[in-house]
């Protein structure tokens, strides 16, 4: 096994190299379904909870659900604070464009 290693160090190397790519594609995959999924419910939110003051109300329902799409073996990758920042960075870009669209 020793031997193997240090001859085909090469062959090792690009075969790491092509997984970390591999599992960096099906994290952003996933990163653009969610965010899709999240736009969806944000927008449902903001009918189904009603009033003002209201905002916390609404962003913690969006990240149960989103947080509960996530599969288990993920969310060791996606911790509870990464999806909120994220969740939250999305809610200003969805403002942002709205602004944008408005002027």
Not at 78 to 83: A, N, R, S
Request: charged share 20%.
């Amino acid at each position: 096994m020793k031997n193997f290693m240090i001859n085909d160090w090469p062959t090792i190397l690009i075969i790491a190299a092509f997984l970390i790519w591999i599992g960096y594609l099906v994290v952003c995959k996933k990163w653009d379904q969610l965010r899709g999924i999240a736009y969806q419910l944000m927008l449902q939110a903001e009918k189904a909870i009603t009033g003002t003051k209201k905002g916390q109300e609404r962003f913690e329902a969006v990240f149960k659900q989103v947080y509960s799409l996530i599969p288990p073996w993920m969310q060791f990758f996606f911790p509870e604070t990464i999806v909120r920042e994220k969740l939250q960075e999305w809610f200003y870009d969805i403002m942002n464009y709205l602004n944008d669209k408005g002027a």
